[in-house]
């Protein structure tokens, strides 16, 4: 009888061990659920974040929403934003800020080549870029330009006070710069040299920025001069380095910005965007009504939808075909995007027909439907 007693004691006591340890293993699973929401896996690499335990959220998401600030989604909403609802010549220059600021930025990453803070003692929250290299923060020289583009070119052609531009700037800088700290992806050094390098790079090509833009819209040979020099400046950039995300992101900023200047050429040639004339500066913001705002949420959702559907179709079309020309397997298409006969005109080609599209076909199915 004690025997037996002692058996059914042991199995109450396993039991009850068994169920504390699926508690503690569900418990684990879900405060593992939780770290990992937010985190990128590496689509180009199969590489997966780290483990961690956020202890502060709304920090977490506030940083989360920071790094975005840099990242393509972003880009490929703020642009066309800005050339449907509120300025088209604002927009287009701050386009070609936007690509020559990445493109020095991003080859100056494969030119001195210093790596990623080391994990550990570095927690990375974020991997999407692991594989780039670090100096400079192009995310950093991102949310230095466009902020400080953004003031530069509305103030005195728009009508507001500076001292809305003077607090959005260095809130915008800062959340972008400290965000990639906080994630874990670059260094305070990477930082402040991605913010110098932005200033230089503002201090020497800003005064061009008129010329440039003229010169895209009005030359006779505008779209052979900037196809030509975007793909050139591309095979340059893919013979750097070795492969990583940093080329085929090049690609996509060069490929986005031929196209969107040559699809302003066309618009302009067209007559379909006309901007104000000097005289009429500055300009001051129309009032806010029911229909205007109908027509801005109008023009952000058929634009968008088709600007996603020319990507999606573009995309479905290029790697294949860039495979079978290049003579490269496309069963696994991770492995042959790591090739420059693939990336490069898969990337070019799809984001130069998404700017194109931006800049000359919505705005053209915008005057067609009449919310032009």
């Not at 997966?48 to 989360?64: I, K």
């Not at 701050?94 to 080859?107: A, P, R, S």
């Not at 210093?114 to 927690?123: D, E, F, K, Q």
């Not at 050429?265 to 229909?291: E, N, Q, R």
Request: glycine letters at 8%.
């Amino acid at each position: 009888r004690e025997e037996r007693k002692g058996v059914q004691g042991y199995g109450t006591r396993h039991q009850g061990e068994t169920e504390n340890s699926v508690k503690g293993k569900a418990g684990r699973r879900r405060t593992q659920h939780k770290a990992r929401a937010g985190q990128k896996a590496m689509a180009m690499t199969g590489e997966e974040g780290q483990l961690a335990r956020v202890s502060n959220w709304p920090l977490y998401y506030l940083f989360c929403f920071g790094a975005e600030l840099g990242n393509e989604l972003f880009y490929i909403l703020f642009f066309p934003f800005w050339i449907w609802n509120l300025d088209p010549l604002v927009g287009r220059r701050l386009v070609v800020i936007w690509v020559l600021v990445m493109y020095l930025g991003q080859c100056t990453k494969d030119i001195i080549r210093w790596p990623r803070p080391a994990s550990p003692p570095v927690v990375k929250l974020e991997v999407f870029y692991n594989s780039e290299y670090s100096m400079p923060s192009t995310h950093a020289m991102s949310g230095t330009a466009i902020p400080i583009s953004m003031v530069l070119l509305t103030y005195g052609r728009w009508q507001y006070p500076l001292i809305y531009g003077l607090i959005l700037i260095p809130c915008w800088c800062s959340l972008v710069c400290l965000s990639r700290i906080y994630m874990g992806m670059h260094s305070i050094l990477d930082i402040i040299a991605g913010f110098l390098y932005t200033i230089l790079i503002l201090a020497v090509f800003y005064p061009f920025v008129d010329l440039i833009d003229n010169f895209n819209q009005t030359h006779k040979y505008a779209p052979l001069i900037i196809i030509g020099l975007h793909l050139a400046l591309g095979i340059f950039s893919f013979t750097l380095d070795t492969w990583s995300t940093s080329r085929g992101d090049t690609a996509e900023i060069l490929g986005s910005g031929a196209g969107i200047a040559c699809g302003s050429h066309v618009t302009y040639k067209m007559g379909l965007v006309l901007d104000p004339s000097l005289d009429t500066l500055p300009l001051a913001g129309p009032p806010i009504t029911m229909t205007l705002f109908g027509k801005a949420i109008l023009r952000i959702l058929i634009g968008m939808v088709f600007v996603l559907v020319v990507r999606d179709i573009m995309k479905k079309i290029t790697i294949p075909l860039a495979c079978k020309i290049a003579n490269i397997p496309c069963d696994d298409i991770r492995k042959a995007r790591q090739h420059m006969e693939v990336e490069l005109p898969y990337r070019y080609i799809t984001y130069g027909m998404v700017g194109f599209s931006i800049t000359f076909f919505v705005p053209y199915i915008f005057f067609f439907i009449g919310i032009s």
